[in-house]
C-alpha cells in the first residue's frame, strides 16, 4: 500500500472513532500539581507573583510550582522515562523510531506514538537552598541512559551519561533595578529556554553545553532577556595531509541573546570553532569556523486563536555552523556557505469535552550543507489524537506524513532520492486518569502500520530502508511505558 493510499482509510477509521465518543511515594503527578497549585495560590495572595504562562512541559510546570510554593527549598527527584517493545509482523524485533526515515538525520521527525524501541530514562536531581536574605540557590545533577535491548542487564550497552551539573543563584538582594529578579548560573546544563514538540520527540531548538549565563534581565516591564555562552566539543577529526592524516579536536562556543517580549521570542546566536576549518571532510570544501543562528518563535495561550489550549510556531535560519538549527554548535562537518531555514508550528487543544488533538508541522531547507550543491528538503505533517473513553482509559492515534527530497551530491555515499513516508498508530491507552495531553504514566499497546515509496530504499546502504524485515508495507505491535515524575 502506497502512503498516498494510507490516508483515506485512516480517515475513514478516525472519523467512525469521533463518532462514537518525584515524590518518594510516587503519588500522582497530577495530584502533586494540585497540590501545588493549592500552596502557591495561597503564596500569590501574599506576594502578589503570579507563575509564568506558557511553560512548555509538565516537568517545567512542576518545577515551576515547588520552587514558588516551597520557597525553594529542599531535595526533589524529577524526570522522564519510557521503555516498550516494538515486534514486526513476523515476531522479530523492527528498526524504528522518530528519526527511522532518510530525512531523519537531518532532524526530519515522523512521531513516537508506536515507533519506539528503546528504554530511556533522565533522571534529575535537584537540591534547592534559601536564606533568610531571600538568595536562593539550585544544584541540580542530570543523569540519562538510553538502550535498545530488551534485556535485563545492559551494561555492555549502556549509555549511561551525566547530562547536567550547574549551580543556579536567584533573588541576590543586592541585584537591583533590571536585575532584580536576575538568575545566574555557571555549569553544564540544558539551557531553561530550550523547547520542543513532545509528541514528534524534536526539540524546536536545544541550546546545552558547559558555560554561564545570566536568565530574566528586565531591561522593560514587557522586555526580558538572557545572556549565555556554552561550549561544545566536537569529537576527534583527521586534520593535515590527506595522505598522512593527523587527529584533531576543537570547542564551539555559543554566544546567545535570548528575548522575550509578550507572547514573542528572538533568540540569535554567534557561533565559533577555531581550527574547525582544518578538518579533513570528503569533498574538497572547507569546514565552517564560524556561524550564525536566529529563530522567531510565538508562544500562544490559545489554539491559534480558535479554541482554548496552546500553539507555538517558530521560524529558525542558521549559516555556516548555525546551519544545523535545532542542535546548536553541535556539527562540525557544515560548510562555510551552508545554509538553512526550518518552520515549526504545533498546539494542543479539545475537540469536544471527550476527544482531544495535538497537530504538528515541521519543515526544513537547507542547500550547501556538507558538499557545495547539495540541498535536502523534508516536510512532516503529523497529528496525535485522543478519545478519553472511561477516566482510566483512552484510545490514543497518530497519524504522520512526510515528503523528502533529498540531493546529497555524493556524501557519504549517498544517493539523490524524492518521496513519502506515511505511518498509522493506534493505541488503547491505560491512566490513572485521563484529561490532558500531559497526564502520566501511561501505559499503551499499540499497532502501527508503515509504509514509504520504494525509491527511498536506495538513498543510503547504511539505513535500514529495504533491509531484511523493514520494507514497508507492513505492521507492527508493541506496549510501552511512559511517565513524567
Do not use: C
Not at 499497546?445 to 538513498?459: C, H, I, K, Q, V
Amino acid at each position: 500500500m502506497k502512503p498516498v493510499a494510507l490516508f483515506p482509510l485512516v480517515a475513514a477509521i478516525t472519523l467512525a472513532n469521533i463518532g462514537t465518543s518525584a515524590h518518594a511515594d510516587n503519588a500522582d503527578l497530577e495530584a502533586r500539581i494540585a497540590d501545588l497549585e493549592a500552596r502557591l495560590a495561597a503564596a500569590e495572595m501574599r506576594d502578589n507573583q503570579p507563575v509564568e504562562a506558557n511553560t512548555t512541559t509538565v516537568n517545567e510546570r512542576l518545577d515551576t510550582l515547588e520552587r514558588k510554593a516551597s520557597n525553594g527549598e529542599g531535595l526533589s527527584l524529577n524526570g522522564y522515562a519510557r521503555s516498550g517493545l516494538l515486534i514486526g509482523e513476523d515476531a522479530k524485533s523492527i528498526s524504528g523510531g522518530p528519526y527511522v526515515t532518510p530525512a531523519g538525520p537531518l532532524g526530519g521527525a515522523v512521531g513516537r506514538l508506536g515507533n519506539e524501541p528503546d528504554t530511556y530514562v533522565n533522571l534529575m536531581f535537584n537540591l534547592r537552598k534559601q536564606l533568610d536574605s531571600g538568595a536562593r540557590s539550585l544544584f541540580r545533577v542530570a543523569i540519562a541512559d538510553s538502550v535498545t535491548t530488551s534485556n535485563d542487564w545492559t551494561a555492555n550497552e549502556s549509555e549511561l551519561n551525566v547530562r547536567q551539573v550547574y549551580v543556579e543563584l536567584d533573588q541576590l538582594p543586592s541585584f537591583t533595578g533590571a536585575f532584580k529578579d536576575a538568575a545566574i548560573w555557571a555549569g553544564k546544563r540544558i539551557d531553561r529556554e530550550t523547547f520542543d514538540i513532545h509528541w514528534l520527540d524534536s526539540d524546536v531548538v536545544f541550546l546545552a553545553g558547559t558555560g554561564a549565563g545570566i536568565y530574566d534581565i528586565k531591561p522593560t516591564n514587557n522586555w526580558r532577556t538572557n545572556f549565555s555562552v556554552y561550549g561544545r566539543s566536537f569529537s576527534d577529526f583527521p586534520v593535515g595531509d590527506p595522505r598522512n592524516p593527523g587527529s584533531g579536536d576543537t570547542d564551539s562556543l555559543i554566544a546567545t541573546s535570548n528575548n522575550y517580549v509578550g507572547n514573542w521570542q528572538l533568540m540569535v546566536n554567534a557561533i565559533s570553532a577555531a581550527d574547525n576549518d582544518e578538518r579533513l571532510i570528503e569533498s574538497s570544501d572547507t569546514a565552517a569556523d564560524n556561524g550564525f543562528h536566529s529563530m522567531l518563535a510565538y508562544h500562544g495561550d490559545s489554539f491559534f486563536g480558535l479554541s482554548d489550549g496552546n500553539f507555538k510556531a517558530a521560524l529558525l535560519y542558521g549559516q555556516g555552523l548555525g546551519a544545523e538549527v535545532k542542535r546548536l554548535g553541535s556539527n562540525g562537518d557544515l560548510l562555510d556557505d551552508a545554509q538553512t531555514a526550518r518552520l515549526a508550528v504545533y498546539g494542543t487543544t479539545y475537540l469536544t469535552p471527550t476527544w482531544r488533538i495535538a497537530p504538528a508541522l515541521l519543515a526544513e531547507t537547507s542547500e550547501d550543507r556538507f558538499s557545495q550543491g547539495d540541498s535536502y528538503r523534508w516536510i512532516t505533517a503529523n497529528a496525535r489524537l485522543a478519545n478519553e473513553i472511561t477516566r482510566n482509559f483512552e484510545m490514543q492515534y497518530e497519524l504522520s506524513y512526510q515528503y523528502m527530497d533529498l540531493n546529497p551530491e555524493g556524501y557519504r555515499n549517498r544517493n539523490a532520492v524524492s518521496g513519502e513516508f506515511a505511518k498509522f498508530t493506534i493505541a488503547p491507552t491505560f491512566k490513572l486518569d485521563v484529561g490532558g495531553f500531559w497526564k502520566r504514566p501511561e501505559i499503551r499497546t499499540f499497532a502501527s502500520y508503515t509504509d514509504w515509496s520504494r525509491e527511498l530504499n536506495g538513498y543510503d546502504s547504511q539505513d535500514a530502508f529495504g533491509n531484511d524485515n523493514f520494507t514497508g508495507g507492513q505492521w507492527s505491535f508493541g506496549v510501552q511505558a511512559e511517565t513524567f515524575f
